[in-house]
């Protein structure tokens, strides 16, 4: 009996022991605690805060000799291709009926992971890769016909993987290749040599931050200079000059709108030629001298992807994930005045909406991939008037849903490539879309990177490799 007390209170005193630490341990005030220095506490003005200083093309390795670049039967130089609208138009017929085996692959190459799409210029492609050993970013030159890698310039860049690492598609003209890496350096080269003309890191150049998951921008090339959104602390675009670098012209970020992973939309809205940029708190324009037009801060998704699209003449449709769903922007001009509000704004449940890809428009017809959280339409591509959104017109069908994948137009049909790295083709005609055939082409999973297709050769990517395609219809004797 006594042996059983003895246990008893050996057992509470224990219980009280153990309670007495724990509350010690929580309100002990701990020195590996953070806390935030004053002026004059710790000499902390004093401090030189060491920054990665990154030597943007340092490196270059050359795995053939020099060749001239052949001409060949159409491009794409740039995202979204030569109209940087996502869509093939040159007459080239496509292979849309595969045996068992699938379509015809001419080569496969392996990547460092991400989801940077690439460029298909004059028999050659360029892809903006992450090489995961030398812990560098690359743009790498492949030869078209065979998958022969030519040439890499590098710099290296250590990153914490991050949903991949690599994420933008370069752009090409005047025989030069521009790219935009995950932390914002910028790195234009030779197309045939790949000599290095000159670097800019954005950030350092003028301020800001890169967004979470890493830079998710595409450069723009249009009329010899590159024009990227800087979200900077008093830039929000810049014009830089495609051979050289020196900034021609500065927008000022008057409404302090950061940098996203959207890229500059080029188009004649309201019968003036401008720049958009949509970036994290608002979306603003400038003419092609960096004159600012229009701002608008009515519409702040916390994550913001697609580029917009302009659906009439005077409507922007503007979309983005988590749960933004899309909005409808108004511009009207009187005089030199320009004016720029909300006219429709829904949820993804509501009507057209995407988180990553950029939709199409055709023939007045917008034409996306709906959003995880889109209900019953999650996944599918979707059909919808522009002159009547938000309806929804046609969907492909919950049969197969295509998650984040990218998707073009081509010989009159849809290309897209789903998460899992199938390709699927689909018509569409009288509103109703037609399933024509599917067959999978990457052998991973999250293939994301935009697609590339040029003279019947297409490109398409997962998380870790890269294949072409010959769809080319070969014309009968």
């Known amino acids: 009996m006594r042996v059983n007390i003895l246990i008893g209170i050996l057992r509470i005193s224990f219980v009280l022991l153990a309670s007495m630490a724990m509350w010690c341990y929580l309100t002990y005030q701990s020195p590996r605690e953070i806390t935030y220095a004053s002026p004059m506490r710790d000499q902390s003005e004093n401090r030189v805060v060491k920054k990665k ?239 600012p037009l229009w701002e608008c801060k009515d519409w702040k998704p916390a994550v913001w992807a697609p580029t917009p699209v302009k659906v009439t003449n005077d409507l922007l449709f503007m979309t983005a994930g988590y749960g933004a769903g899309s909005a409808l922007l108004h511009v009207t001009k009187q005089g030199d005045k320009f004016t720029a509000s909300i006219q429709n704004q829904w949820k993804p449940t509501q009507g057209p909406a995407s988180e990553q890809q950029t939709p199409l428009v055709i023939d007045n017809t917008l034409f996306v991939i709906q959003p995880k959280d889109a209900g019953a339409l999650r996944g599918q591509l979707i059909a919808a008037d522009v002159h009547t959104l938000p309806t929804v017109k046609a969907s492909t069908g919950k049969q197969a849903r295509f998650g984040l994948g990218p998707y073009l137009y081509a010989d009159q049909a849809f290309w897209i490539a789903d998460d899992e790295g199938v390709l699927h083709v689909y018509t569409y005609e009288n509103q109703t879309f037609t399933y024509r055939v599917h067959h999978k082409i990457l052998p991973g999973v999250d293939a994301w990177g935009p697609i590339a297709c040029a003279n019947g050769m297409m490109i398409l990517r997962d998380s870790k490799s890269m294949v072409c395609l010959n769809l080319k219809k070969e014309t009968q004797p």
Not at 184 to 204: F, R, S
Request: with cysteine; proline share 4%; hydrophobic share 40%.
């Open 53 to 291: 200083t990154i030597q943007i093309g340092k490196d270059f390795t050359r795995f053939q000799p020099d060749s001239i670049l052949k001409p060949f039967e159409g491009s794409w130089p740039c995202f979204r291709g030569q109209q940087r609208d996502n869509v093939v138009n040159n007459g080239t017929k496509l292979v849309q009926t595969w045996h068992q085996d699938g379509p015809k692959v001419l080569w496969r190459q392996s990547l460092g992971e991400g989801y940077a799409g690439a460029i298909i210029v004059n028999e050659r492609v360029y892809v903006l890769d992450y090489l995961e050993d030398e812990e560098a970013d690359a743009i790498r030159c492949f030869a078209l016909q065979d998958g022969t890698e030519l040439w890499r310039r590098s710099y290296h860049n250590p990153l914490r993987r991050n949903h991949g690492k690599s994420r933008t598609v370069p752009a090409y003209a005047e025989n030069v290749v521009v790219t935009f890496g995950p932390t914002a350096q910028v790195m234009a080269v030779n197309a045939c040599t790949g000599d290095l003309l000159w670097t800019l890191d954005v950030i350092q150049r003028f301020g800001g931050e890169v967004p979470q998951w890493y830079a998710g921008q595409c450069p723009l090339i249009d009329d010899g200079k590159v024009i990227l959104g800087v979200g900077g602390d008093h830039v929000l675009m810049a014009g830089i000059d495609l051979h050289n670098g020196n900034v021609i012209w500065e927008l000022p970020n008057v409404n302090n709108i950061r940098m996203s992973h959207a890229s500059v939309l080029a188009t004649n809205f309201v019968g003036v030629e401008q720049y958009v940029y949509a970036g994290l708190g608002g979306i603003a324009a400038c003419n092609t001298k960096g004159k």
